[in-house]
């Protein structure tokens, strides 16, 4: 019996737990098109360009409020889940999956942001969407705001350096949390909380003015949505205290270059940018650090004992995280080749990259997660991963991505020795872009990370029709074994 109980307990510590939550992710601005549907309002994200212009636009250098320009394909149409989404649900329940992330874009359900009422019209795709999903029996996972902002909050109110979008977004947020009630359970309140230092247009509507203090500016921004996010978990639990409300950051280690000193320093710098906004969202406080900054740089958040009391009363339940790649950084400009998207780093030499550069690291999941457990003891949620690629159809239209399935099968397994061998808590798995969508860096359909193919070019052109690649089957199998054979 003893004995029993014993094999009982190594089965169970050497698996993932049976209610793991497999699946794949999406956002609305990625992946929805029906841009100008349903009364659906002008977002940032649609008049975000694709090609050269499109990085200065996204760090809000560049400002554009019209669409009087070709360049804004394919975002707009994107690959038309609004049109698509029974036949995509349908090939995700194929896979098995268990939940299906997604987002809302915020001007669907307040054209402008600052409405009163919501758009009747709006709320209905999102009910159906969510109906489809019950159906298949796969729970949505659902981002409140993933690089999306109504484009009136921006030209009307500055975007998020106005603490007024804090109201607005406490508003987008009842109506969520009430209205579907019934169908979500899982909650997101802001994607890549932390993209906001980097790629501050996406993040939170913010442009820059000749002269304007940006760092200060970026880090006002930050606090209204760290605010909002509090209200959010709180709305989110009054409404039903079963919800299960996460952050959500941009992970992925700093490695020093060397062991110089101040490369390890910077390592820590860096990532401590970082950490500073789950600080906020599981502890509920700045840390010390981020107070000294703040002083450094004159900025006053004018802080009331309310906001305080809001934000220690209000943690997250739960850490979520997009992990790609992990970087190398060093203080000695001669030390290589500088890599990377978002957060720029240097080549690490010991590490193969995508065609991106973005350098692939599968061990560096594992150290991740083990970094964000022993700091917050909270459970995670891996909410994005994958590889982009060119993807080319065979002559019998198939994508035979050999290259994604080693990158996922070397990812899953380093995830499994996190929750296996460091015993991490770990709620669940969705693999990024599960089917191809608009690439948020580059804006193009060209970098691909779906399991299911879309045909649609950079340049507009192609049916839209869905095709399973190799990764189809596989992801299929890892799923039906709950990630015993990867
Ligand atoms: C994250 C975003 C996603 C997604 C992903 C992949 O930063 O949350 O929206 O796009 O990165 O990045 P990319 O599309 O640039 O390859």
């Known amino acids: 019996m003893q004995k029993r109980v014993a094999d009982k307990e190594s089965e169970e510590t050497m698996s993932l737990p049976k209610d793991f939550l497999w699946g794949g992710a999406t956002a609305a601005n990625q992946y929805e098109g029906g841009w100008n549907e349903c009364g659906r309002g002008l977002a940032n994200v649609d008049v975000t360009p694709w090609g050269p212009d499109r990085r200065k636009v996204m760090s809000g250098t560049a400002g554009v409020h019209s669409l009087d320009d070709s360049h804004f394909y394919p975002g707009l149409e994107a690959v038309d889940f609004y049109h698509h989404y029974k036949e995509?649900?349908?090939?995700?329940?194929?896979?098995?999956?268990?939940?299906?992330?997604?987002?809302?874009?915020?001007?669907?359900?307040?054209?402008?942001?600052?409405?009163?009422?919501?758009?009747?019209?709006?709320?209905?795709?999102?009910?159906?969407?969510?109906?489809?999903?019950?159906?298949?029996?796969?729970?949505?996972?659902?981002?409140?705001?993933?690089?999306?902002?109504?484009?009136?909050?921006?030209?009307?109110?500055?975007?998020?350096?106005?603490?007024?979008?804090?109201?607005?977004?406490?508003?987008?947020?009842?109506?969520?949390?009430t209205r579907f009630r019934p169908y979500v359970k899982w909650w997101l309140t802001f994607n890549e909380i932390n993209m906001i230092l980097h790629l501050p247009f996406m993040g939170a509507g913010l442009e820059f003015e000749e002269g304007e203090d940006r760092e200060k500016a970026k880090y006002l921004a930050a606090h209204n949505e760290l605010l909002a996010s509090a209200w959010a978990v709180k709305i989110g639990h009054e409404v039903n205290p079963e919800n299960m409300i996460g952050c959500m950051v941009a992970a992925g280690e700093f490695y020093p270059y060397s062991p110089m000193p101040e490369d390890v320093f910077l390592a820590q710098q860096k990532e401590r940018e970082n950490l500073m906004f789950i600080d906020v969202q599981a502890r509920g406080e700045y840390p010390a650090y981020a107070k000294k900054l703040f002083e450094r740089m004159g900025l006053d958040l004018g802080m009331t004992p309310e906001q305080e009391a809001l934000l220690k009363d209000n943690p997250v339940d739960f850490i979520s995280f997009s992990y790609y790649t992990s970087r190398c950084v060093s203080t000695r400009p001669d030390a290589g080749e500088q890599v990377g998207n978002a957060f720029k780093g240097v080549k690490n030499p010991y590490l193969k990259a995508s065609d991106w550069g973005w350098a692939i690291d599968p061990l560096g999941l594992r150290t991740t997660m083990n970094s964000l457990y022993d700091r917050y003891q909270k459970p995670l949620f891996i909410v994005e991963n994958g590889l982009g690629a060119k993807d080319v159809p065979d002559a019998d239209g198939r994508v035979q991505d050999?290259?994604?399935?080693?990158?996922?099968?070397?990812?899953?397994?380093?995830?499994?020795?996190?929750?296996?061998?460091?015993?991490?808590?770990?709620?669940?798995?969705?693999?990024?872009?599960?089917?191809?969508?608009?690439?948020?860096?580059?804006?193009?359909?060209?970098k691909r990370y779906g399991f299911i193919y879309v045909d649609r070019d950079d340049q507009g052109h192609g049916t839209l029709k869905r095709l399973k690649k190799k990764s189809f089957d596989w992801y299929k199998k890892v799923i039906a074994t709950n990630g015993e054979d990867l």
């Open 402 to 446: 050999d290259y994604r399935i080693e990158y996922l099968q070397r990812h899953l397994q380093a995830m499994k020795d996190a929750v296996e061998l460091d015993g991490i808590p770990l709620l669940g798995y969705t693999a990024w872009g599960c089917i191809d969508l608009v690439s948020a860096s580059t804006g193009e359909m060209s």
């Open 88 to 177: 995509d649900i349908a090939l995700f329940a194929e896979m098995g999956f268990k939940v299906f992330r997604m987002s809302i874009a915020w001007s669907r359900i307040f054209p402008k942001g600052d409405e009163e009422e919501p758009n009747e019209e709006g709320l209905r795709f999102y009910e159906d969407v969510f109906r489809e999903l019950k159906k298949h029996n796969i729970e949505p996972l659902v981002t409140i705001t993933h690089f999306d902002c109504p484009m009136y909050l921006i030209t009307e109110y500055g975007g998020w350096k106005n603490p007024k979008l804090i109201e607005f977004y406490k508003r987008l947020c009842q109506v969520l949390f």
